[in-house]
């Protein structure tokens, strides 16, 4: 597809596209309609019920239906696994809901894309203007365009009269782009470059003119975003993949011991019912039924609690994914700079200053080397701040301003030195002119006529032949040292424009260029969109928790260069977007690794360096507020959009939304992330101990029925008293170490290893002694308590037997008790934490006793759950089974601290 209609002349472009300045014909328009379609974005939804059915392919949701299938078929037989089936199936059904929702806004994006099209656009028709449906526009077509219209479909400009562009949507430019229909050089140029093209979505500021139709619906830049959006896949979160891999490890483990139990029961003789309900209730007792719905909380209340801090999550795996991003690719205007052009230098007298304050705050001090100086004192730095003031129409507020943003910004720089509206009159104003690339006018104050003159330093200086001293004294022009100054402020990437003014006679109505000649030359103002503050302390500190930040702008390679530094972001070597292209794939990865400023980027690059960091085994958050941006948003690992500058397109796109759009919310935002994954580890670190526990108990019942009669009765828990356990485990002493407060030095260490599996070293061991330090115990009370029942290997005593069973279930609470108490911290002794600190973890300890008391002294409780109320007297020996797990725990610990020392 033709892409460079900017690198040809207007003869040879309309000839190309067999089109005249009167436009198409009717009958023309109709065939080629019919060869290239409508202008529109025509994309096909997934259906509802495809996208609902996948829900059903994580394997965790598969072993859990086929389980739920069997304790059903196995309570319709006259077991009691109903309960187990209900909670089973209701966590299948929740996971499949969450995961249906969320995959419903991914598509969110191409649907905000086709919102941005023209609904309507005049075109010229056989020489004649008329109103057409947007959508029925071709090559070739005339459109006729003015202030306020909206471009609708890709132009190439043949008629300009003073057309601006905003193409801030499109390219993140926050200025609008002065448009020509002159051809223009090169090959590739990135849309920001090309200045005689108009792109569909974008509109005119101001202006008016003719432009011809190259491009429409999909093959516009617009359609190719929507194509990169709609192929864009970032894959399985590091989460997701370790979630992944980690259930499937647990699934076929369990299987393989179930399979194992059922098998040596039927070789012991044991009937084959027997047998099989032993390894399901094993089955079902070492699956975490809770699990998803555990880590969907967790993500959830970090979601929340980034929310407070102005980063709205609206996919669920970003909360966490931020704990693991090494690399953030940020914009610059707006979310590492204030978005708001400031002056931060003038040149005045033949002295330079410096100005403080940033935006629309007129609160600002101007600094001649150490001192702070008042204009009021300075004549000519006073002279200089009233040409800016007064050849200008900004407007400035209270909360803000209103203009063009260069005039914003010296209207602001002549507030900060008092300067007001209010007793000089305009008279008469030459506009700017792109071809004059000046603007004048002349105004009456204080009963003299004055022209002040404001433009670029290269055309100002050659019509000046005088200046003032700083004392105010008039001396001949320097115009060599006044342009060094202008390009002295050019190499720090300052915006720059000379000012000069002369005084006219009393009399003096008109202005015309031929008054702007021996003028006084009254200075230089030099302007940027200054880096935030905020931004620069928070890239320090990425620094220090080892996240590398990169700039990723359409800007000026100069600028990007010299906000970079400022920021602290290595600047030593700027790529742009054409040498990026002529990169392959091994050399863009190469680049990526040691380059951290990209400049003057088209949407296709931005997608290209988050693909080459991630290739390079980095977890990637990519930051972004324009259409343009969307695919490299999709890509990333997290995409990240601007809740207050960006467009639809890029919220819809993303994973995360900042809504105050500054830099240090994603740093506060990684600190949540990071803090997610610690409480992800805990919880893991809890829950599945506590269920290994729980299959010990049942496959130990099992292997030791054989020689122990006890066991063969009856197992040391029924199956609902473990899915009871389960449940109010995960509810009650699972979910409050999700609230445990933050560590202090998350920040300051690196990024997790995105490839370190859940199940490594640490994770066996926990699994390995956590679960027999629980299991044992309520082995021991069961068999203590409830050999006596037996006699000649027969039940002699049901109820007393039923009682061992109650106090082998309370045994086991305080097992879990004296666990979770420790399990606050992963490495950290519990005698080293504030035991008040985590009241949730108080609450949920105390409930638990509080409920299971229930099915202990209820009546209808207890034959629901098969316990019964027990002698008093054996209280103390079940309190004992806190212990065992506590010490275990704490062990652990201690040697684990021990190995990790030096040697």
């Given at each position: 597809m033709?892409?460079?209609?900017?690198?040809?002349?207007?003869?040879?472009?309309?000839?190309?596209?067999?089109?005249?300045?009167?436009g198409?014909?009717?009958?023309?328009?109709?065939?080629?309609?019919?060869?290239?379609?409508?202008?529109?974005?025509?994309?096909?939804?997934?259906?509802?019920?495809?996208r609902?059915?996948?829900?059903f392919h994580d394997?965790?949701?598969?072993?859990?239906?086929?389980?739920?299938?069997?304790?059903?078929?196995?309570?319709?037989?006259?077991?009691?696994?109903l309960?187990?089936?209900i909670v089973?199936a209701?966590?299948?059904?929740?996971n499949?809901v969450?995961?249906?929702?969320q995959?419903?806004k991914?598509e969110?994006?191409?649907?905000?894309?086709r919102?941005?099209m023209?609904?309507?656009?005049?075109?010229?028709r056989?020489?004649?203007?008329r109103?057409?449906?947007a959508?029925q526009?071709?090559?070739?077509?005339?459109?006729?365009?003015e202030?306020?219209?909206?471009?609708p479909?890709?132009?190439?400009?043949i008629?300009?009269?003073?057309i601006?562009?905003?193409?801030?949507?499109l390219t993140?430019?926050s200025v609008p782009?002065?448009?020509?229909t002159?051809?223009?050089?090169?090959?590739?140029l990135?849309?920001?470059d090309?200045r005689n093209?108009?792109?569909s979505?974008?509109?005119?500021?101001?202006?008016?003119?003719?432009?011809?139709v190259v491009e429409?619906?999909?093959?516009?830049?617009f359609?190719?975003?929507a194509d990169?959006?709609k192929?864009?896949d970032?894959?399985l979160?590091?989460?997701?993949?370790q979630?992944k891999?980690f259930?499937q490890?647990?699934?076929?483990?369990?299987?393989?011991?179930?399979a194992?139990?059922?098998?040596?029961?039927?070789?012991?003789?044991?009937?084959?019912a027997?047998?099989f309900l032993?390894?399901?209730?094993l089955?079902?007792?070492?699956i975490?039924?809770?699990?998803?719905?555990?880590?969907?909380?967790?993500?959830a209340l970090?979601?929340?609690?980034?929310?407070?801090?102005?980063?709205?999550?609206?996919?669920?795996?970003?909360a966490?994914?931020?704990?693991?991003?090494?690399?953030?690719?940020?914009d610059?205007?707006?979310?590492?700079t204030?978005?708001?052009?400031?002056?931060?230098?003038?040149?005045?007298?033949g002295?330079?200053?410096?100005v403080?304050?940033?935006?629309?705050?007129?609160?600002?001090?101007?600094?001649?080397?150490?001192?702070?100086?008042?204009?009021r004192?300075?004549?000519a730095?006073?002279?200089?701040?009233?040409c800016?003031?007064?050849?200008?129409?900004?407007?400035?507020?209270g909360?803000g301003g209103?203009?063009?943003?260069?005039?914003?910004?010296l209207?602001?720089?002549?507030?900060?030195?008092?300067l007001v509206?209010?007793?000089?009159?305009r008279?008469?104003?030459?506009?700017f002119?792109?071809?004059a690339?000046?603007m004048a006018?002349?105004v009456?104050?204080?009963?003299?006529?004055?022209?002040?003159?404001?433009?670029a330093?290269?055309?100002?200086?050659p019509?000046?032949?005088?200046e003032?001293?700083?004392?105010?004294?008039?001396?001949?022009?320097?115009?060599?040292?006044?342009?060094?100054?202008?390009?002295?402020?050019a190499?720090d990437a300052?915006?720059t424009?000379?000012?000069?003014?002369?005084e006219?006679?009393a009399?003096?109505?008109?202005?015309?260029?031929?008054?702007?000649?021996?003028?006084c030359f009254?200075?230089?103002?030099?302007?940027i969109?200054?880096?935030?503050?905020?931004a620069?302390?928070?890239?320090?500190?990425?620094k220090?928790a080892?996240?590398?930040?990169?700039?990723?702008?359409?800007d000026h390679?100069?600028?990007?260069q010299?906000?970079?530094?400022?920021?602290?972001?290595?600047?030593?070597?700027v790529?742009?977007g054409?040498?990026?292209?002529e990169?392959?794939?091994a050399?863009?990865?190469?680049?990526?690794?040691?380059v951290?400023?990209?400049?003057?980027?088209?949407?296709?690059h931005?997608q290209?360096?988050?693909q080459?960091l991630?290739?390079?085994?980095?977890v990637v958050?990519?930051?972004?507020?324009g259409?343009?941006?969307?695919?490299?948003?999709?890509?990333?690992?997290?995409?990240?959009?601007?809740?207050?500058?960006?467009?639809?397109?890029a919220?819809?796109?993303?994973?995360?939304?900042?809504?105050?759009?500054n830099?240090?919310?994603?740093v506060?935002a990684v600190?949540?992330g990071?803090?997610?994954w610690?409480?992800?580890?805990?919880?893991?670190?809890?829950t599945?101990?506590?269920n290994?526990?729980?299959?010990?108990?049942i496959?130990?019942?099992?292997?030791l029925?054989?020689f122990?009669?006890?066991?063969?009765?009856?197992f040391v828990?029924?199956?609902?008293?473990i899915l009871?356990?389960?449940?109010l485990?995960?509810?009650?002493?699972?979910m409050?170490?999700?609230m445990?407060?933050?560590?202090?030095?998350?920040?300051?260490n690196?990024?997790?290893e995105?490839?370190?599996?859940?199940?490594?070293?640490?994770?066996?061991?926990?699994?390995?002694?956590?679960g027999?330090?629980?299991?044992?115990?309520?082995?021991?009370?069961?068999y203590?308590?409830?050999?006596?029942?037996?006699?000649?290997?027969?039940?002699?005593d049901?109820?007393?037997?039923?009682?061992?069973?109650?106090a082998?279930?309370?045994?086991?609470?305080?097992a879990?008790f004296g666990y979770?108490?420790?399990?606050?911290s992963?490495?950290s002794?519990?005698?080293?934490?504030?035991?008040?600190?985590?009241?949730?973890?108080?609450?949920?300890?105390?409930?638990?006793i509080?409920?299971?008391?229930?099915?202990?002294?209820?009546?209808?409780a207890?034959?629901l759950f098969?316990?019964?109320?027990?002698?008093?007297?054996w209280?103390p020996?079940i309190l004992?089974?806190?212990?065992?797990?506590?010490?275990?725990?704490?062990?652990d610990k201690?040697l684990?601290?021990?190995w990790?020392?030096?040697q």
């Amino acid at each position: 597809m033709e892409r460079n209609w900017y690198n040809r002349s207007t003869e040879e472009l309309l000839a190309q596209l067999r089109s005249g300045t009167a436009g198409l014909g009717e009958d023309e328009a109709a065939e080629r309609l019919a060869q290239y379609g409508l202008n529109e974005l025509e994309f096909r939804k997934t259906p509802a019920w495809m996208r609902l059915l996948r829900q059903f392919h994580d394997p965790m949701v598969i072993i859990l239906l086929a389980t739920a299938c069997v304790t059903g078929i196995l309570t319709a037989l006259g077991s009691h696994m109903l309960p187990d089936t209900i909670v089973i199936a209701s966590v299948v059904v929740l996971n499949a809901v969450l995961g249906f929702v969320q995959e419903g806004k991914a598509e969110g994006a191409l649907d905000a894309l086709r919102n941005m099209m023209v609904q309507e656009c005049l075109v010229l028709r056989d020489g004649v203007q008329r109103r057409i449906p947007a959508r029925q526009l071709v090559p070739g077509d005339i459109v006729v365009l003015e202030g306020g219209d909206k471009i609708p479909a890709d132009v190439r400009f043949i008629e300009v009269s003073n057309i601006h562009v905003d193409e801030s949507s499109l390219t993140g430019e926050s200025v609008p782009v002065q448009k020509q229909t002159d051809t223009l050089e090169g090959h590739n140029l990135v849309p920001g470059d090309q200045r005689n093209m108009g792109f569909s979505g974008t509109f005119l500021s101001q202006g008016t003119g003719r432009a011809v139709v190259v491009e429409t619906g999909r093959n516009t830049v617009f359609g190719q975003i929507a194509d990169m959006v709609k192929a864009a896949d970032k894959g399985l979160t590091p989460l997701q993949r370790q979630m992944k891999k980690f259930v499937q490890t647990l699934i076929v483990a369990i299987l393989i011991v179930g399979a194992f139990n059922f098998g040596y029961g039927v070789y012991l003789g044991y009937n084959t019912a027997y047998s099989f309900l032993g390894a399901v209730s094993l089955v079902v007792a070492a699956i975490p039924e809770m699990l998803p719905a555990l880590v969907t909380s967790i993500l959830a209340l970090s979601g929340v609690v980034m929310a407070h801090r102005k980063a709205l999550i609206r996919k669920l795996p970003a909360a966490e994914t931020l704990g693991a991003t090494s690399v953030i690719c940020s914009d610059k205007t707006g979310t590492l700079t204030e978005n708001r052009m400031t002056v931060t230098r003038v040149c005045a007298g033949g002295r330079t200053y410096e100005v403080s304050g940033t935006g629309y705050d007129i609160q600002g001090q101007f600094h001649y080397g150490q001192r702070t100086v008042s204009p009021r004192e300075q004549p000519a730095l006073l002279q200089l701040l009233n040409c800016g003031f007064y050849c200008n129409n900004a407007h400035i507020s209270g909360v803000g301003g209103t203009g063009d943003p260069t005039e914003l910004a010296l209207r602001i720089s002549g507030a900060k030195a008092e300067l007001v509206v209010d007793g000089v009159q305009r008279l008469v104003e030459i506009p700017f002119d792109s071809s004059a690339k000046y603007m004048a006018v002349l105004v009456e104050t204080g009963g003299k006529r004055l022209v002040l003159v404001k433009g670029a330093p290269e055309v100002l200086v050659p019509m000046c032949n005088t200046e003032h001293d700083a004392a105010g004294q008039l001396q001949p022009f320097n115009s060599s040292a006044a342009l060094a100054t202008a390009r002295l402020f050019a190499r720090d990437a300052l915006r720059t424009l000379g000012f000069a003014f002369r005084e006219l006679p009393a009399g003096h109505d008109g202005l015309c260029h031929e008054d702007l000649t021996e003028l006084c030359f009254a200075g230089l103002q030099g302007m940027i969109d200054p880096p935030k503050q905020s931004a620069i302390d928070a890239i320090s500190q990425c620094k220090q928790a080892g996240i590398r930040t990169v700039m990723i702008t359409g800007d000026h390679p100069d600028t990007a260069q010299a906000v970079a530094r400022q920021l602290g972001i290595s600047a030593d070597t700027v790529m742009t977007g054409a040498q990026l292209s002529e990169l392959h794939e091994a050399g863009l990865r190469e680049v990526t690794e040691t380059v951290s400023v990209f400049a003057r980027v088209a949407p296709e690059h931005k997608q290209a360096i988050a693909q080459a960091l991630q290739a390079n085994g980095h977890v990637v958050a990519m930051t972004g507020d324009g259409v343009n941006d969307a695919p490299a948003l999709k890509v990333a690992d997290i995409g990240i959009a601007m809740g207050i500058s960006g467009t639809e397109v890029a919220k819809e796109a993303s994973d995360m939304v900042l809504a105050d759009d500054n830099f240090a919310t994603i740093v506060a935002a990684v600190e949540e992330g990071r803090h997610a994954w610690n409480n992800l580890q805990k919880a893991i670190l809890y829950t599945l101990p506590t269920n290994a526990a729980q299959a010990l108990l049942i496959m130990g019942a099992i292997l030791l029925a054989a020689f122990v009669p006890l066991f063969a009765t009856r197992f040391v828990l029924e199956p609902v008293q473990i899915l009871w356990i389960n449940l109010l485990d995960s509810v009650l002493l699972t979910m409050p170490l999700m609230m445990e407060p933050k560590e202090a030095d998350l920040l300051h260490n690196p990024p997790r290893e995105p490839r370190a599996r859940i199940i490594n070293a640490l994770f066996l061991q926990r699994v390995v002694v956590m679960g027999l330090a629980i299991a044992l115990p309520g082995f021991l009370l069961y068999y203590h308590l409830g050999a006596p029942a037996m006699a000649g290997g027969e039940i002699v005593d049901e109820l007393l037997l039923t009682q061992a069973q109650t106090a082998a279930f309370w045994g086991i609470l305080l097992a879990h008790f004296g666990y979770v108490v420790s399990a606050r911290s992963i490495y950290s002794s519990a005698f080293t934490l504030n035991p008040f600190s985590n009241p949730w973890l108080l609450a949920g300890i105390t409930l638990s006793i509080a409920i299971r008391f229930i099915p202990t002294l209820v009546p209808e409780a207890a034959a629901l759950f098969r316990t019964a109320p027990f002698p008093v007297h054996w209280w103390p020996l079940i309190l004992l089974c806190f212990l065992p797990s506590f010490i275990a725990i704490e062990t652990d610990k201690a040697l684990h601290k021990w190995w990790a020392k030096p040697q």
